[in-house]
DNA sequence: CTCTAAGTGTTATATTATTACATATGTAAT
DNA sequence: ATTACATATGTAATAATATAACACTTAGAG
């Protein structure tokens, strides 16, 4: 048998522009906004918005970073398997962004809209807070 | 003592680009878009996005209603003492946006985050679902 | 190799939101 | 009533965020 059917999904590598776009959420760990990432990535090849927001929206669908709504902002996923169910603090004085990665929450929201005769798909939480640093400072 | 230092807090009436913003919304009772509101009244004298967003502003500062981040749009609130805390439920197939306003939910997240050991000082919830005309068609 | 789906590059444009500044209004204390 | 002050208004300009349209390229399956 000359090939092994692997149409299994495919491990999808990712392009070059999605890979830059990427590491650079992955090594700043913090939200970026689109139009920052643009600048940012001038010297890589990037010339415009849409290249910056195609390789956003495939990361997104991937999984592999999140949309936070509120800001406009992307951040690197922090865990696996959230790709559908997000879930984030928001330092109300600082700005600071946290990934929520407690499976445990994930249980309690199916409670929650269980509970609520919800029946949902996925969903965006997030919690306004005072950081730490920021609670005493 | 010569006066009852009545500042109260005082009920605070809209003013008149607050109050035909408002009157939009809840007659709408679906979530509109800044420039929508601004086309649907510039024959009540509405001319420039300012006037609608300080009007939007103000309406959600006082919890009269609330912002949906994900689809830039505003909708009446359908609770009380609600200003901070909100959930939605958005249907993904018809964009159907419903406020959840059962007190229950309230008492869960705050059970939720405090076993998270979360601080919240707010909460914005949505929760992607597939609404019941959707779900039969 | 060929076909096809997905991605790219580019220009233009649409949509959403804010800055800046001069003027007007409502309310409270005098 | 008059002043003082905070809040709201009107307007023009512009910033920030996001998408449409179209021609071309690339990667991978068969």
Redesign the pocket.
């Known amino acids: 048998m000359r090939s092994t ?3 299994s999904k ?1 491990n999808q ?1 990712l ?4 890979r830059i776009v990427l590491d650079l959420l992955q090594n700043s760990g913090e939200p970026l ?3 920052f990432i643009l600048d940012s990535l001038k010297k890589e ?1 990037l ?5 910056v ?3 956003l929206d ?1 990361l997104v669908e991937l999984g592999k970073i999140h949309k936070i709504e509120s800001i ?1 902002s992307f951040i690197i996923c922090n865990n696996s398997n959230c790709a559908s169910n997000t879930a984030f603090t928001i330092c109300e004085r600082c700005g600071k962004v946290k990934e929520i990665k407690n499976k445990y929450l994930k249980d309690s929201v199916s409670d929650l809209v269980k509970d609520n005769q919800l029946e949902i798909t996925r969903y965006n939480l997030e919690f306004y807070v005072l950081c730490k640093s920021c609670k005493i400072n």
């Open positions: 059917h692997t149409h495919k590598s392009t070059k522009n999605q906004k689109a139009y090849g010339n415009s918005p849409l290249q927001y195609r390789a495939k406009n």
